[in-house]
């Protein structure tokens, strides 16, 4: 769909649409990052006539949120499985349909974390029975 950036009364009432740069700067993703969330159904953008991406105001507290729920381990494939309780409300931290793989996902990172506390104590006790052995 392409869209001139004043098309028509409505124009004048609403938003105007954002290229991807301003987007980009309003929300500190990268404008690759944008693109890609786009391309994977993340956002909807529109073409304006000179085939730049277009995006509402709305984009703004997606674009935050799906970096919020990366930051927490989720990938763009779940990101795009979660409801709109999820990924159009800034700041959105659970929904009844989300919790249980949020449960999920906090599950692996405390067996992640377990993991690597035995191979921190497996080094540990490596380095003191190396220093413990080594001639003076």
Do not use: W
């Amino acid at each position: 769909m392409k869209i001139s950036p004043s098309a028509g009364p409505a124009a004048s009432t609403m938003p105007a649409p954002m290229p991807i740069g301003a987007l980009a700067r309003a929300t500190g993703a990268s404008i690759r990052s944008i693109r890609h969330y786009d391309e994977h159904g993340l956002l909807a953008s529109a073409r304006a006539d000179n085939g730049y991406r277009l995006f509402s105001a709305q984009a703004i507290v997606q674009v935050r949120q799906i970096q919020r729920l990366i930051a927490t381990g989720f990938s763009l494939a779940e990101i795009r499985g979660f409801p709109d309780c999820m990924r159009m409300i800034e700041g959105a931290t659970a929904c009844s349909e989300t919790s249980l793989v949020q449960r999920q996902r906090l599950a692996s990172v405390e067996r992640q974390i377990a993991d690597l506390e035995r191979r921190r104590t497996r080094l540990r006790q490596m380095l003191a029975e190396g220093a413990a052995a080594s001639p003076k």
